[in-house]
């Protein structure tokens, strides 16, 4: 077998349907590249109509198959309208990727009731809502790939976790649930947990030189993060190569968190 033959077979996503939320920036942008390279039909959805497009087309001049859905998936309509529209595109998915996401710290004792229900509605119930739909088909199908991208607040507390730092908490012990019930059948539920990373998300950190050359200072590998630092993880565990990883945190973050 040649090298190509080798790590097409152990990585290749060819045949498969990806759908990635949060797809037309940043962390999830790069994913939804990485995966569309690798071969997968790859459906991003997110709110703006003109990074869509201009994603999708990016991806579609790289001669991969891709589409987009526009959907506020802070509703629970919305995220089934979001479902509908990935299944309408390429079929049932193969592939799950929840990164869209909101990053809204106000303090503690500010924190209302108002930010809380929107954090969780996006960060956490979205991802639960869309689990619900896919994961049971991708277990009666024998194979599916479920990746959250959460937080080192899921781990920590920091600069406000507040909201933030329990949605993506709860994200993490989502995918454990969603890996206990799917994974017997070929689903594996993991997440990607990043370290600071330049990105529209985390627009008041960057805009700080200071905190941000603090922040590349904690890691081990002397920067931070940038989005495409996440394609290979991403494609491994979308791939093949990744069937008896389930239920885990992966941490890519330069040594962030250990250091």
């Known amino acids: 077998m040649t090298t190509q033959a080798y790590l097409s077979e152990m990585f290749s996503l ?17 994913v939804a590249e990485a995966l569309a390279r690798a071969g997968a039909g790859v459906v991003i959805v997110a709110r703006k ?10 991806l579609t001049a790289h ?23 990935v299944v309408d595109a390429f079929g049932e998915p193969d592939i799950l990727v929840n990164c869209a996401g909101i990053n809204l710290r106000p303090p503690m004792g500010e924190l209302g009731e108002d930010v809380w229900d929107t954090t969780m509605a996006v960060n956490l119930e979205a991802p639960y809502l869309l689990g619900q739909r896919f994961g049971p088909g991708m277990a009666e199908r024998g194979f599916g790939r479920i990746i959250h991208i959460t937080s080192q607040q899921a781990h920590r507390a920091f600069v406000q976790s507040g909201a933030y730092g329990v949605s993506k908490g709860a994200l993490e012990s989502l995918a454990r649930s969603q890996a206990e019930a799917w994974s017997p059948h070929g689903v594996t ?9 330049m990105t529209p998300l985390n627009a008041r950190l960057s805009s700080d030189p200071e905190k941000v050359a603090a922040l590349a200072e904690r890691t081990m590998v002397g920067r931070n993060g940038l989005a495409e630092d996440f394609a290979g993880a991403a494609v491994f565990l979308a791939s093949g190569a990744s069937a008896y990883v389930t239920g885990q945190a992966i941490f890519v973050d330069g040594g962030f968190s250990v250091h």
């Open 189 to 197: 539920c993991n997440t990607l947990v990043p370290g600071f990373v």
């Open 14 to 30: 060819d045949g498969r349907v990806a759908m990635v939320t949060g797809g037309s920036s940043g962390i999830g942008r790069a």
């Open 49 to 58: 109509e003109a990074e869509l497009a201009a994603a999708a087309d990016e």
């Open 63 to 85: 001669g991969c198959r891709a589409a987009w859905v526009s959907a506020d998936l802070g509703t629970r309509d919305g995220v089934r309208a979001a479902a509908e529209g």
